[in-house]
Nanobody, 124 residues
Framework: QRQLVESGGGEVQTGASLRLSCVAS????????MGWFRQAPGKERLIVAS????????VYDDSVKGRFTITRDNDKNTLYLQMNDLTPEDSAMYSC?????????????????WGQGTQVTVSS
């Protein structure tokens, strides 16, 4: 069964850093673009970042550019999201997802498999 499992969330203060991980199983990880999304209570799910199948291209939402970095290790079937300089506006459930294709994409409909998510809470 295709599965994505996130970890690394937590409760931090403004300005702190967190590193999220997403481990894939039963997925040919190196054949798909991957993405991180987030959803705050009462709000829609939004793209955070996405990365090409081989890690040579990324896209970011404007709200996280310069603070967040998405990377992947295809040998470990693992996706990462390094988050720096966190603010309360970054508080949300963060989920990883595997796309249908090879190229990084912002659109949720382009993703086939989703993880359950890991909660990030940033206090002021």
């Amino acid at each position: 069964q295709r599965q994505l499992v996130e970890s690394g969330g937590g409760e931090v203060q403004t300005g702190a850093s967190l590193r999220l991980s997403c481990v894939a199983s039963e997925i040919k990880f190196n054949r798909y673009a991957m993405g991180w999304f987030r959803q705050a209570p009462g709000k829609e799910r939004l793209i955070v970042a996405s990365i090409n199948w081989n890690g040579d291209g990324e896209v970011y939402d404007d709200s996280v550019k310069g603070r967040f970095t998405i990377t992947r290790d295809n040998d470990k079937n693992t996706l990462y999201l390094q988050m720096n300089d966190l603010t309360p506006e970054d508080s949300a459930m963060y989920s990883c997802a595997a796309a249908w294709g090879l190229i990084a994409t912002r659109k949720g409909d382009d993703y086939a498999t989703w993880g359950q998510g890991t909660q990030v809470t940033v206090s002021s």
